[in-house]
C-alpha cells in the first residue's frame, strides 16, 4: 500500500468512528506501530487530528454527516444526555446547544412543563411533539454539514432570553485553553448561550478531553457542571466550584462531589 493510501485508510477510519489506535492500525495495514505514529504526526501537522496516547481522535468532526457522527460513542452519549435531562426542573427556561450529544438530552428530556430554546433541528424534532413544552428556535443560517443554525439571526434570539440552564456540547476541551468549536459560529452561539444563563453545564465525552479547536468558546471556569462519562484526568485539577457529573453505565449513575 502506498504512502497516500495508507493515510487515506486513517482518514476514512477516523471518519468513520471519531478516533483510531494505534495498534489497530497497525493490524489492519500490517504495517509497524512506528510507521502508524508517522503517519498519524504528519496528518497531526496538516490539522485533521489530534495525537493522543496510543492514538488520535479527528478534529474533522464537523464535517462527518450527522447520521454517523450520532452513532460514534452513542452508549456514552446516551448516559451523558440522560444524566443532564435530572438536572431540568419544570418550569425552567434552558438552552439546549446543537450536537449529537445535545440531542441525547432532548430525546431523554421528560420534564414538563418546559422552555427550550434551541439552534438545532435534531433537538426541535425531538421535542416537538411535547405539547407542554415551549419550543423556540433561533433561527438563523443552517448548516448542513454541523447540524445547527448560526449568525445574526440566531444570536439575537439567544440575547432576547435569560435561561435557568444553559447544556452547552464541545468540541475540544482543553485544561489551560477551555472549551473550544471548530468553527466560529458555532463558537459564538455557545458563548452567546453560555453568558445569558444562571447556570451553564458542559456535555463532553472523554474523547474530546486534552484537545483544541481553532476557536474560543469559555474557560472551564465558566460552567457550574461537567457531565462527561469518567474522570476528568486529562483535565488535571478543575477550577473550583465545577460539579464533575459521572454518566457511569450503572442503573445509577455515579455522582462526584464538587472538584
Request: aromatic content about 4%; proline content about 3%; charged content about 20%.
Amino acid at each position: 500500500m502506498f504512502l497516500s493510501e495508507r493515510r487515506q485508510f486513517i482518514l476514512d477510519a477516523l471518519t468513520r468512528d471519531g478516533r483510531v489506535e494505534v495498534a489497530q492500525l497497525a493490524a489492519s495495514l500490517a504495517i509497524s506501530e512506528d510507521t502508524v505514529r508517522r503517519d498519524l504526526k504528519a496528518l497531526a501537522e496538516q490539522g485533521v487530528l489530534q495525537k493522543t496516547h496510543g492514538g488520535a481522535v479527528s478534529l474533522l468532526s464537523g464535517q462527518i454527516a450527522f447520521p454517523m457522527r450520532s452513532q460514534v460513542r452513542r452508549e456514552v452519549k446516551t448516559r451523558i444526555g440522560e444524566l443532564a435531562a435530572t438536572l431540568v426542573q419544570p418550569y425552567q427556561t434552558v438552552f439546549i446547544d446543537a450536537g449529537s450529544t445535545a440531542t441525547a438530552l432532548a430525546r431523554a428530556l421528560t420534564v414538563q412543563p418546559l422552555r427550550v430554546i434551541t439552534n438545532s433541528l435534531d433537538v426541535a424534532q425531538c421535542l416537538s411533539e411535547q405539547a407542554q413544552i415551549e419550543l423556540i428556535v433561533t433561527g438563523g443560517s443552517w448548516s448542513t454539514s454541523e447540524r445547527h443554525l448560526s449568525g445574526n439571526a440566531a444570536l439575537a434570539t439567544v440575547a432576547r432570553y435569560r435561561a435557568d440552564l444553559a447544556f452547552i456540547g464541545a468540541c475540544a476541551v482543553h485544561a489551560r485553553l477551555g472549551v473550544t468549536a471548530t468553527t466560529a459560529a458555532d463558537a459564538e452561539l455557545k458563548a452567546a448561550m453560555l453568558a445569558h444563563a444562571a447556570h451553564g453545564v458542559l456535555l463532553s465525552d472523554a474523547s474530546k478531553f486534552g484537545q483544541i479547536a481553532a476557536h474560543h468558546v469559555a474557560n472551564l471556569d465558566a460552567f457550574h457542571t461537567l457531565i462527561c462519562e469518567q474522570p476528568a484526568e486529562a483535565l488535571g485539577a478543575l477550577p473550583a466550584g465545577l460539579q464533575l457529573l459521572l454518566a457511569q453505565p450503572e442503573a445509577e449513575p455515579g455522582r462526584s462531589g464538587q472538584a
